[in-house]
């Protein structure tokens, strides 16, 4: 039976370097900067690339090698690279394949890094962006130029928690001969593959659920053999590789990553559904609620729903502060995908930079609240939940 034959579960934890004479059970770390040769031939074939072995961890590793292997497995993907952070894999990747005069279109609703990278630094090399609404998905043709290389989006996005149809959007790219990259963070390997609708390149922030519990960070980019070539060259020279410690930690986070997952995501949905019938949330948005506007795309591209809710809390940028001071057991951190739940209100905080108008351009209110959900009983979160809305309930009906 081949590796391939296997189950999701068993991929994640039986794909392993090979043993060492040592014969071990669980994979070492390979703390080493670089690796010997035997002699001059083997130096050179190896430089040439005639033989395909470990030179320079900037290069390789044994450690990033089978984290990179495992994500290939799960996603479907002919290759990858592994990266010191989620952007460091965003900007390699985008800078690898782009040139001075291209041109990128993307969904609106991308994390504030990213856009970044596309409205200040990209320009400076004359590489435009241009943004669509994930609304109004029949526009995104409308954007495409003859310099368009790339059509980029996140789904689900980052913080509304909106989802774009990723079959759409393999079409357009395939239509366009574009080369079509989706940020998978939010989903994870396990809940959705978007290389099985088209994708060219997905790339993870292996920092969140890939890690799971707040602990390193990482990157990582796969997909056609012929991209992900250029990328290695570009950052094998660049320098953002991951390090085989944190490459170690991210590929024995992912032998647990499926049951994870699965009550990240059980304990979302109930904490979507207690929020949906709070009187103090005006609404909730999580994929895998029915009221979801794009309830349906999920369903049908999405395993579960993933781990993120967002709910927008009545009163405004005032309320959302109050409700974080009022958060006893949750976490506030800029941070997600951890065992520990997590809420942060972007309006007063990650993207407090931005105008009103810019905000609501990609559904950020002025109440918005993300909340991370993580693993504990999921009763403690909605009770930390509750006493912080309630408390600023009764304010309200107090001031009045």
């Given at each position: 039976?081949?590796?391939?034959?296997?189950?999701?579960?068993?991929?994640?934890?039986?794909?392993?370097?090979?043993?060492?004479?040592?014969?071990?059970?669980?994979?070492?770390?390979?703390?080493?900067?670089?690796?010997?040769?035997?002699?001059?031939?083997?130096?050179?074939?190896?430089?040439?690339?005639?033989?395909?072995?470990?030179?320079?961890?900037?290069?390789?590793?044994?450690?990033?090698?089978?984290?990179?292997?495992?994500?290939?497995?799960?996603?479907?993907?002919?290759?990858?690279?592994?990266?010191?952070?989620?952007?460091?894999?965003?900007?390699?990747t985008f800078a690898a394949l782009l040139e001075s005069g291209d041109h990128i279109v993307s969904v609106g609703s991308v994390f504030g890094s990213t856009h970044t990278l596309f409205t200040k630094y990209f320009p400076k090399w004359n590489i435009t962006t241009s943004y669509f609404d994930i609304n109004k998905p029949e526009t995104i043709e409308d954007f495409i130029q003859p310099n368009t290389k790339i059509l980029f989006a996140e789904s689900p996005t980052n913080p509304a928690v909106d989802i774009i149809d990723l079959e759409l959007l393999g079409q357009i790219a395939k239509k366009h001969n574009l080369i079509l990259i989706i940020d998978n963070c939010f989903a994870t390997p396990y809940l959705q593959n978007p290389i099985q609708f088209g994708a060219d390149l997905v790339v993870h922030s292996a920092t969140k659920l890939i890690d799971g519990q707040g602990r390193v960070l990482g990157g990582i980019t796969v997909g056609r053999e012929d991209l992900i070539r250029e990328i290695y060259l570009f950052s094998r020279n660049t320098g953002p590789a991951l390090s085989p410690f944190n490459a170690w930690v991210l590929s024995k986070s992912l032998e647990t990553l499926p049951v994870r997952v699965e009550k990240h995501c059980e304990n979302a949905l109930k904490v979507a559904e207690f929020l949906e019938n709070h009187p103090n949330v005006n609404k909730v948005k999580y994929p895998f609620l029915k009221s979801h506007p794009q309830y349906e795309i999920a369903k049908k591209q999405m395993r579960l729903g993933g781990n993120i809710v967002a709910f927008e809390i009545k009163g405004g940028i005032e309320a959302g502060r109050k409700f974080l001071d009022k958060i006893q057991l949750c976490s506030l951190s800029a941070n997600l995908g951890d065992t520990r739940t997590i809420v942060t209100h972007p309006a007063s905080t990650t993207h407090s930079k931005l105008s009103e108008e810019e905000r609501l351009a990609v559904s950020i209110t002025d109440g918005l609240v993300r909340v991370s959900v993580g693993l504990e009983t999921v009763q403690d979160v909605i009770n930390d939940l509750q006493q912080a809305l309630g408390w600023f309930l009764r304010i309200k009906n107090y001031k009045k």
């Open positions: 039976m081949s590796n391939s034959e296997f189950g999701f579960e068993t991929q994640a934890i039986r794909t392993q370097t090979e043993r060492s004479q040592y014969l071990e059970h669980s994979v070492p770390l390979y703390l080493t900067s670089s690796f010997v040769f035997e002699d001059a031939e083997d130096m050179r074939a190896s430089f040439t690339e005639e033989k395909e072995r470990n030179i320079y961890s900037r290069f390789s590793n044994p450690n990033t090698s089978e984290f990179v292997e495992k994500i290939c497995k799960m996603e479907g993907a002919e290759a990858g690279y592994a990266f010191a952070t989620g952007m460091a894999a965003i900007y390699s």
